[in-house]
Protein backbone atom coordinates (compact mmCIF):
# COMPACT_ATOMS: atom_id res chain seq x y z
CA UNK A 1 0.00 0.00 0.00
CA UNK A 2 1.64 3.49 -0.83
CA UNK A 3 0.74 6.48 1.32
CA UNK A 4 0.07 9.59 -0.27
CA UNK A 5 2.90 12.28 -0.39
CA UNK A 6 2.14 14.87 2.32
CA UNK A 7 4.62 17.48 0.95
CA UNK A 8 3.46 19.98 3.89
CA UNK A 9 3.33 18.35 6.67
CA UNK A 10 6.84 19.07 7.97
CA UNK A 11 5.76 22.90 7.15
CA UNK A 12 3.08 22.43 9.01
CA UNK A 13 4.34 20.81 11.83
CA UNK A 14 6.99 23.20 11.87
CA UNK A 15 4.44 26.29 12.35
CA UNK A 16 3.03 24.20 15.38
CA UNK A 17 6.46 24.59 17.44
CA UNK A 18 6.81 28.26 16.17
CA UNK A 19 3.54 28.87 17.46
CA UNK A 20 3.83 26.87 20.71
CA UNK A 21 7.37 29.07 21.73
CA UNK A 22 5.00 32.23 21.17
CA UNK A 23 2.72 30.72 23.64
CA UNK A 24 5.02 30.64 25.97
CA UNK A 25 5.85 33.96 26.43
CA UNK A 26 2.27 35.40 25.94
CA UNK A 27 -0.39 33.18 26.28
CA UNK A 28 -3.72 34.21 23.89
CA UNK A 29 -7.22 33.16 23.30
CA UNK A 30 -9.53 33.97 20.97
CA UNK A 31 -13.66 34.14 21.27
CA UNK A 32 -15.58 32.16 19.66
CA UNK A 33 -17.79 33.95 17.74
CA UNK A 34 -14.76 35.79 15.99
CA UNK A 35 -15.68 36.13 12.48
CA UNK A 36 -12.06 36.23 11.46
CA UNK A 37 -8.34 36.01 13.59
CA UNK A 38 -5.58 38.52 11.87
CA UNK A 39 -2.33 37.44 12.18
CA UNK A 40 0.05 38.47 14.99
CA UNK A 41 3.45 38.47 15.73
CA UNK A 42 4.93 38.99 19.45
CA UNK A 43 8.47 39.47 20.27
CA UNK A 44 10.37 40.71 23.21
CA UNK A 45 13.43 42.74 24.19
CA UNK A 46 14.74 43.86 27.19
CA UNK A 47 12.42 47.03 28.16
CA UNK A 48 9.19 45.63 26.50
CA UNK A 49 6.93 43.06 24.50
CA UNK A 50 6.02 43.81 21.32
CA UNK A 51 2.81 42.58 19.76
CA UNK A 52 1.99 43.29 16.03
CA UNK A 53 -1.62 42.47 14.65
CA UNK A 54 -2.08 42.52 10.86
CA UNK A 55 -5.41 43.99 9.67
CA UNK A 56 -4.67 46.42 6.54
CA UNK A 57 -7.69 47.91 4.57
CA UNK A 58 -8.86 49.19 8.50
CA UNK A 59 -9.66 52.25 10.18
CA UNK A 60 -7.78 53.03 13.57
CA UNK A 61 -11.48 53.89 14.71
CA UNK A 62 -13.09 50.15 14.26
CA UNK A 63 -10.17 49.12 16.57
CA UNK A 64 -10.28 48.58 20.07
CA UNK A 65 -7.36 47.87 22.61
CA UNK A 66 -8.50 47.02 26.27
CA UNK A 67 -6.92 45.76 29.47
CA UNK A 68 -8.62 44.42 32.32
CA UNK A 69 -7.17 42.75 34.92
CA UNK A 70 -4.36 40.81 33.51
CA UNK A 71 -5.75 40.27 30.19
CA UNK A 72 -5.14 42.57 27.24
CA UNK A 73 -7.61 42.13 24.26
CA UNK A 74 -7.70 43.62 21.02
CA UNK A 75 -10.67 43.29 18.71
CA UNK A 76 -12.02 45.83 15.85
CA UNK A 77 -14.42 45.38 12.83
CA UNK A 78 -13.37 45.16 9.39
CA UNK A 79 -16.54 46.64 7.23
CA UNK A 80 -17.76 45.02 3.89
CA UNK A 81 -17.65 47.55 1.33
CA UNK A 82 -20.62 46.61 -1.74
CA UNK A 83 -19.14 46.74 -4.71
CA UNK A 84 -21.43 46.70 -7.50
CA UNK A 85 -20.74 46.23 -11.47
CA UNK A 86 -22.54 45.66 -14.60
CA UNK A 87 -19.90 44.50 -17.19
CA UNK A 88 -17.22 42.50 -14.17
CA UNK A 89 -17.63 40.04 -11.16
CA UNK A 90 -15.58 40.76 -8.20
CA UNK A 91 -14.21 37.77 -6.33
CA UNK A 92 -14.11 38.77 -2.25
CA UNK A 93 -10.99 36.70 -0.22
CA UNK A 94 -10.24 39.16 2.27
CA UNK A 95 -12.01 38.72 5.40
CA UNK A 96 -14.81 40.72 7.24
CA UNK A 97 -16.35 41.50 9.75
CA UNK A 98 -15.25 41.19 13.84
CA UNK A 99 -12.50 39.72 15.47
CA UNK A 100 -11.29 39.42 19.05
CA UNK A 101 -7.83 38.25 20.88
CA UNK A 102 -6.83 38.47 23.74
CA UNK A 103 -3.49 37.98 25.59
CA UNK A 104 -2.89 36.53 29.59
CA UNK A 105 -0.48 39.59 30.81
CA UNK A 106 2.79 38.12 32.68
CA UNK A 107 3.52 39.93 36.07
CA UNK A 108 5.92 41.80 34.58
CA UNK A 109 4.30 44.11 32.56
CA UNK A 110 3.52 47.84 33.62
CA UNK A 111 -0.35 47.72 32.62
CA UNK A 112 -0.31 51.54 33.09
CA UNK A 113 2.24 52.05 30.43
CA UNK A 114 0.71 50.51 27.48
CA UNK A 115 0.58 52.19 23.91
CA UNK A 116 -0.75 51.27 20.82
CA UNK A 117 -0.61 52.58 17.44
CA UNK A 118 -1.91 51.52 13.97
CA UNK A 119 0.27 52.46 10.81
CA UNK A 120 0.65 50.88 7.07
CA UNK A 121 -2.24 48.27 8.02
CA UNK A 122 -0.61 47.23 11.30
CA UNK A 123 -1.35 47.66 15.16
CA UNK A 124 1.38 48.16 16.94
CA UNK A 125 1.06 47.32 20.64
CA UNK A 126 3.78 48.15 23.16
CA UNK A 127 4.23 46.44 26.53
CA UNK A 128 6.65 47.95 28.49
CA UNK A 129 8.16 46.04 31.57
CA UNK A 130 8.01 46.99 34.76
CA UNK A 131 11.45 49.43 35.90
CA UNK A 132 12.59 46.84 38.51
CA UNK A 133 12.63 43.98 35.83
CA UNK A 134 14.28 46.33 33.21
CA UNK A 135 17.21 47.06 35.56
CA UNK A 136 17.43 43.24 36.71
CA UNK A 137 18.13 42.17 33.18
CA UNK A 138 20.48 44.90 32.64
CA UNK A 139 22.65 43.83 35.67
CA UNK A 140 22.53 40.58 34.64
CA UNK A 141 23.49 41.56 31.21
CA UNK A 142 26.79 43.50 32.32
CA UNK A 143 27.82 41.16 34.95
CA UNK A 144 28.56 38.42 32.36
CA UNK A 145 31.95 39.46 31.59
CA UNK A 146 32.71 40.49 35.02
CA UNK A 147 31.27 36.47 35.97
CA UNK A 148 33.88 35.43 33.10
CA UNK A 149 36.93 36.70 34.56
CA UNK A 150 36.41 35.85 37.94
CA UNK A 151 35.73 32.18 36.34
CA UNK A 152 39.10 32.53 34.47
CA UNK A 153 41.56 33.62 37.49
CA UNK A 154 39.73 30.71 39.80
CA UNK A 155 40.63 28.15 37.10
CA UNK A 156 44.42 29.13 37.13
CA UNK A 157 43.83 27.82 41.09
CA UNK A 158 41.56 24.78 40.50
CA UNK A 159 41.91 23.34 36.94
CA UNK A 160 39.02 20.70 37.71
CA UNK A 161 36.19 21.23 35.91
CA UNK A 162 33.87 19.39 38.21
CA UNK A 163 34.52 21.67 40.89
CA UNK A 164 34.29 24.70 39.19
CA UNK A 165 30.56 23.66 37.62
CA UNK A 166 29.59 22.30 40.18
CA UNK A 167 30.42 25.77 42.74
CA UNK A 168 28.14 27.86 40.33
CA UNK A 169 25.26 25.20 39.77
CA UNK A 170 25.51 25.39 43.93
CA UNK A 171 25.40 29.19 44.07
CA UNK A 172 23.07 29.74 41.14
CA UNK A 173 20.53 27.24 43.59
CA UNK A 174 21.22 28.82 46.84
CA UNK A 175 21.47 32.85 45.76
CA UNK A 176 19.79 32.96 42.29
CA UNK A 177 20.89 34.97 39.05
CA UNK A 178 22.20 37.74 40.22
CA UNK A 179 26.01 36.99 41.14
CA UNK A 180 28.33 38.54 44.49
CA UNK A 181 31.97 37.65 44.08
CA UNK A 182 31.93 37.25 48.34
CA UNK A 183 29.25 34.84 48.17
CA UNK A 184 30.89 32.78 45.26
CA UNK A 185 34.09 32.87 46.79
CA UNK A 186 32.30 31.20 49.85
CA UNK A 187 30.53 28.64 48.08
CA UNK A 188 33.58 27.69 45.99
CA UNK A 189 35.44 27.07 49.35
CA UNK A 190 32.74 24.48 50.35
CA UNK A 191 32.78 22.61 47.17
CA UNK A 192 36.78 22.66 47.18
CA UNK A 193 36.14 20.98 50.87
CA UNK A 194 33.90 18.73 49.64
CA UNK A 195 36.14 17.50 46.58
CA UNK A 196 39.16 17.34 49.21
CA UNK A 197 40.94 20.05 47.28
CA UNK A 198 43.51 22.75 48.82
CA UNK A 199 42.84 26.37 47.47
CA UNK A 200 44.28 29.85 48.50
CA UNK A 201 41.42 31.09 48.94
CA UNK A 202 42.99 34.47 50.42
CA UNK A 203 45.11 34.70 47.24
CA UNK A 204 42.21 34.60 44.93
CA UNK A 205 40.80 37.18 47.69
CA UNK A 206 43.51 39.30 46.74
CA UNK A 207 43.37 39.05 43.03
CA UNK A 208 39.57 39.81 42.80
CA UNK A 209 39.86 42.76 45.45
CA UNK A 210 37.71 41.37 47.68
CA UNK A 211 37.70 41.06 51.69
CA UNK A 212 39.08 37.41 53.12
CA UNK A 213 37.40 38.19 56.05
CA UNK A 214 34.39 38.96 54.54
CA UNK A 215 34.39 35.61 52.71
CA UNK A 216 34.80 33.77 55.97
CA UNK A 217 32.12 35.40 57.52
CA UNK A 218 29.77 34.56 54.87
CA UNK A 219 31.15 30.85 54.61
CA UNK A 220 30.08 30.62 58.51
CA UNK A 221 27.37 33.02 58.51
CA UNK A 222 25.62 30.14 55.55
CA UNK A 223 26.45 27.40 57.51
CA UNK A 224 28.50 26.30 54.70
CA UNK A 225 31.43 25.28 57.96
CA UNK A 226 28.90 22.97 59.44
CA UNK A 227 27.83 21.11 56.43
CA UNK A 228 29.45 17.71 55.92
CA UNK A 229 31.94 17.78 52.85
Known amino acids: MFRPLEPFKELTTLQERINKMFEDVLPSFSLQDSKWLPAVDIYETDGSIQIEVEVPGMNEKDLKVKVEDNTLTISGERKFEKKESKDNYYRIERNYG ?3 RSFFLPDNVDKEQIKAKYENGILKVELP ?12 KNQKPYIKKVESIVRQYIPEEDIIEESFRLYKEKFGEYFIVSKYLAVLMYVAKKHKKSINIQEICNRLGVSYYSVLNLYKYYGFNRQKA
Open 98 to 100: TFT
Open 129 to 140: KKLLTQISAIVL
